[in-house]
């Protein structure tokens, strides 16, 4: 068999040959060519001049400090006395303060104390600041149980937990390995304190102003549907916390049970930082977040009476509190006595040291949120004055700050029992916004 190829053959692999070299040597071109351009490309371009870099101006202050202006102190005086004469307040006694100077521009019987309601709240979160510090968070921790597939958590007072909480468990639990087949809870952390205060009325459970004082709620108390608002509480909030946490990860919940000794941590997971809760307290008047709170400062200063922990935190930072005897940390109790002049002396601290100063943005704001958001809609107030609401049965309260149209701030402390609750609330509202003019 002939093997060699015909002759028109022979002559395009000639062919082809050619043009590959030719190729190739193009292609040697090419490169060498954009080398070349690359070597002299670089060569003029290192040859340019530059100018000095561009120096980002500083930023022009947008917000400057308020100056406050020298006001006429008698004229002011004379207002606020006039005001305070309103027979709508009853027996009333307050204290004014201006901020910048620390002079009391307004005293009426401030050193004697009267029923507070829930400006009793200021006092609860200055002791908070001033014994935890601002940055504080609570943990919950889940803990291995007795037996293969059971956990237990340790209510530590987290009664801020929300669903995203329980998620957050959740996950990890779920990311064990091994299936979680019951869920229960030790609630022995608040053991030596009561579950209800003296003068709170169990009523007020269902009616959504307190809940039985366990170390682990759900918003509260309330659940995971409502996180905000005067809903009914839980009975058994605690249990909720389990419960929850069992249906996140398709276990049973097996009710209380003690965290065994020596027993391994799988899961945990922290609460908002102090501020954070301290403004949910504080904007909405939660009884319970208030009580929680006061419990954390007691356990840290190694005592299980929280009022009067609170007390002794604010006597060793300096605050004069003769004549102040509270039962509870909230201003649910009716037993309660806080005098102005130490309600104003906190807030006037607050306003000239830093300390202390995050307690002034968890007060609501007048017609904008919270407690005050129906209040102030005709008043120079609106938008300016920041306070702490306290409201019971013939007691009204109103403690917090305002800025003038000339630039000062001033505090104030207002309290008034014996009075028609909307009447007496409508004077204070009144006397806060005089000092707008100021």
């Known amino acids: 068999m002939n093997s060699r190829q015909p002759s028109y053959v022979r002559y395009a692999c000639h062919l082809m040959k050619a043009w590959t070299w030719v190729a190739a040597a193009a292609a040697l071109v090419g490169v060498g060519s954009v080398a070349g351009f690359g070597v002299v490309a670089h060569e003029e371009l290192s040859a340019l001049e530059h100018g000095p870099a561009y120096t980002l101006s500083a930023p022009i202050e947008v917000l400057e400090p308020a100056q406050g202006s020298p006001i006429e102190s008698s004229s002011l005086h004379d207002a606020l006395l006039s005001a305070a004469s309103n027979p709508a307040l009853a027996e009333f006694h307050a204290r004014v303060t201006d901020a910048s100077t620390g002079e009391v521009v307004f005293d009426q019987q401030s050193g004697v104390a009267l029923r507070p309601a829930s400006t009793t709240k200021i006092l609860t979160a ?60 030790d609630s022995s952390y608040w053991g030596q304190m009561p579950e209800m205060l003296p003068g709170w009325d169990p009523v007020d459970i269902d009616g959504g102003y307190v809940a039985p004082l366990q170390p682990a709620m759900l918003n509260g108390g309330r659940g995971l549907v409502e996180e905000t608002g005067d809903v009914p509480r839980s009975h058994a909030p605690a249990l909720d916390v389990a419960q929850a946490l069992a249906g996140a990860i398709g276990a049973e919940a097996a009710g209380a049970a003690p965290v065994p000794e020596g027993a391994q941590v799988v899961a945990s997971v ?69 005098t102005p002049k130490l309600l104003d002396s906190i807030l006037a601290d607050a306003a000239a040291k830093p300390e202390l100063r995050p307690l002034l943005n968890t007060l609501p704001v007048a017609s904008g949120e919270g407690t005050l958001i129906e209040r102030y809609g005709d008043l120079p107030g609106r938008g300016w004055v920041r306070a702490k609401t306290g409201t019971l049965d013939d007691t009204s309260g109103l403690a917090g700050t305002v800025t003038s149209v000339n630039g000062n701030v001033y505090t104030f402390a207002f309290l008034s029992n014996g009075s028609s609750v909307l009447e007496a609330r409508r004077a204070m509202d009144e006397m806060a916004s005089i000092l707008r003019a100021y």
Do not use: C
């Not at 889940?142 to 468990?169: H, S």
């Open 126 to 185: 200055a002791a908070a600041i001033l014994q935890l510090g601002s940055d504080d968070v609570v943990t919950t921790q889940v803990y291995r149980g007795p037996n293969p597939g059971e956990v237990v958590i340790k209510a530590a007072g987290d009664v801020w937990m929300d669903a995203e909480a329980i998620d957050a468990l959740a996950t990890q639990l779920n990311g064990l390995g091994e299936p979680v087949t019951s869920v229960a809870i």
């Open 270 to 338: 922290d609460s908002p930082d102090l501020v954070t809760r301290l403004d949910m307290m504080m904007k909405h008047s939660d009884n319970v977040y208030a009580e929680a709170i006061g419990r954390e400062v007691a356990l840290d200063r190694a005592a299980t009476d929280a009022p009067g922990a609170t007390m002794a935190a604010l006597s060793e930072h300096g605050f004069d509190t003769a004549g102040t005897e509270i039962h509870d940390n909230s201003g649910l109790s009716t037993m309660n006595l806080i």
